[in-house]
């Protein structure tokens, strides 16, 4: 069995729900306090043993290139001012993985987007990790997946517990239990009503496909607006193999809408002993006058 060496990170969408922040600025280069949101999911790749990194981009993620890069200018600059800590952090930034860009020229959906890496890809298993979402620090996910991965042999997709009430945000997926924590995928459904949902375990954005997936992909159909979407395509694969789903442990974060980035943001934040006491004290306040603001409307 071949060994999975490379990931796909589609990053070439506009981030509309941003709009204008994104107009010049990729959502995956937003801030999470001093570090970037592409940064949290290029180091769990490599805390799985994947250094080879395909991200497809677009024209507008120029900014993603640059992070990635080595910048003299700046480093000489830190080296100047006696900043040595810092130096040496974004000296492991510029050589911390192996990139490979490749342009999306039409954004034609997430399907359309991985099937853009083909080439590079070639005949191997590979993974893809959505890049507006964090899984929680600590947790071995990618690691664990590899591991079923290289057990059974077929794809396998991440999968997180939501709220009952909340499936209609969400691909939803029927699954039949193979022991805790590991399920054979039966369907999926996208976003079902609450009372028609076969469970309450979501697609999370981490996923291990075999590269039949691109066969999958190349025969799925547009959908709206234009768009070929990933999880046709996995219905497709479904029909002709079986694909596995790992229930991952601890806290999902959603960077891809303003509310989740900002309760991100927050609670990252929370964890910085340098911050957290001040900033307790100052939601307090906030939370005290706003209450008010509330209780008055």
Excluded: C
């Excluded at 990790?129 to 396998?156: A, Q, Y």
């Amino acid at each position: 069995m071949e060994q999975i060496r490379k990931a796909v990170l589609p990053v070439a969408g506009w981030g509309t729900r941003f709009l204008p922040a994104t107009k010049a600025m990729p959502k995956e280069m937003f801030p999470i306090i001093d570090k970037p949101v592409i940064q949290f999911i290029v180091e769990e790749l490599l805390g799985a043993g994947i250094e080879n990194i395909i991200f497809v981009t677009g024209r507008h993620k120029r900014p993603i290139e640059h992070h990635f890069d080595i910048s003299s200018d700046l480093e000489r600059h830190l080296e100047e001012a006696g900043k040595d800590d810092i130096l040496e952090n974004i000296r492991e930034v510029s050589h911390m993985i192996n990139p490979i860009y490749v342009r999306q020229k039409q954004q034609l959906g997430l399907g359309h987007a991985v099937l853009t890496a083909e080439p590079v890809v070639g005949k191997e298993p590979f993974i893809v990790s959505l890049g507006d979402i964090i899984l929680e620090k600590g947790r071995r996910v990618l690691s664990d997946m590899i591991s079923i991965f290289n057990r059974f042999g077929k794809s396998v997709i991440a999968l997180f517990e939501v709220d009952p009430t909340e499936t209609n945000k969400y691909g939803i997926a029927d699954v039949k239990e193979v022991e805790e924590g590991i399920y054979k995928i039966e369907s999926l459904v996208e976003k079902p009503n609450p009372e028609d949902a076969p469970s309450n375990l979501a697609i999370v954005g981490r996923y291990i496909f075999t590269p039949r997936i691109f066969e999958k992909l190349k025969d799925t159909q547009p959908g709206v607006g234009g768009e070929i979407q990933l999880t046709d395509a996995m219905r497709m694969l479904l029909e002709e193999e079986v694909i596995y789903a790992y229930r991952i442990p601890g806290k999902v974060y959603d960077t891809g809408n303003p509310l989740d980035y900002l309760k991100t943001v927050v609670e990252y934040a929370l964890q910085r002993d340098e911050l957290r006491k001040h900033l307790v004290e100052f939601l307090g306040e906030v939370v005290s006058k706003y209450s008010q603001l509330i209780d008055k409307s």
